[in-house]
T-cell receptor
Framework: GQSLEQPSEVTAVEGAIVQINCTYQTSGFYGLSWYQQHDGGAPTFLSY????GLEETGRFSSFLSRSDSYGYLLLQELQMKDSASYFC??????????FGGGTRLMVKP | SAVISQKPSRDICQRGTSLTIQCQVD?????MFWYRQQPGQSLTLIAT?????????ESGFVIDKFPISRPNLTFSTLTVSNMSPEDSSIYLC??????????FGSGTRLTVV
């Protein structure tokens, strides 16, 4: 089976940098993904790491260490619109995703 | 990436009735999945919708309660049968093509009274 742990809530101020950590235990690992979900909205895909290292997409970066079963999402130059829930997810050979419990990010002025 | 249209967006249903949720994808996806999400909670996989054959259900979900169809690569339905208040939740369909990112429908917020 798969299990993922991430902090339930993080608060940061506009313009700051925030890191959301995710640790996982899996029986098979086919990549770590990150999704953003605003209240009342659908999850939207942010990033994917299959190999160790950092992937950068604009203000968002995602990191993976397979040896540590650990990854993080880094959000830079925070904006109010970044207030949302962020989910890490691991995939299996069947392309099925198991999601973490989600981290609610609150960005304050 | 694909765009998924999901309907209805919300419904209030009487207990004992059934509701069918539809998802239409604007392009072919290899895999389609159905998830359930309680407000403020994570997503729980209900089943994988297989084209032209029976869906593959996760532990705790059964076909009699959640029948799923996927007649082609771009369309799938989930029925919530014989509903009870415990079925009140948000139901989401999703699809994945050859890349690694899921696309989700906008969700169906179901309230059973």
């Amino acid at each position: 089976g798969q299990s993922l742990e991430q902090p339930s809530e993080v608060t940061a101020v506009e313009g700051a940098i925030v890191q959301i950590n995710c640790t996982y235990q899996t029986s098979g690992f086919y990549g770590l993904s990150w999704y953003q979900q605003h209240d009342g909205g659908a999850p939207t895909f942010l990033s994917y790491n299959a190999l160790d290292g950092l992937e950068e997409t604009g203000r968002f970066s995602s990191f993976l260490s397979r040896s540590d079963s650990y990854g993080y999402l880094l959000l830079q130059e925070l904006q109010m619109k970044d207030s949302a829930s962020y989910f890490c997810a691991v995939g299996d050979a069947g392309n099925m995703l198991t999601f973490g419990g989600g981290t609610r990010l609150m960005v304050k002025p | 990436s694909a765009v998924i249209s999901q309907k209805p967006s919300r419904d209030i249903c009487q207990r004992g009735t059934s509701l069918t949720i539809q998802c239409q994808v604007d392009s072919q996806v290899t895999m389609m999945f159905w998830y359930r999400q309680q407000p403020g909670q994570s997503l729980t996989l209900i089943a994988t919708a297989n084209q032209g054959s029976e869906a593959t259900y996760e532990s705790g979900f059964v076909i009699d309660k959640f029948p799923i169809s996927r007649p082609n690569l771009t369309f799938s339905t989930l029925t919530v049968s014989n509903m009870s208040p415990e079925d009140s939740s948000i139901y989401l369909c999703s699809g994945v093509a050859d890349n690694y990112g899921y696309t989700f429908g906008s969700g169906t917020r179901l309230t059973v009274v």
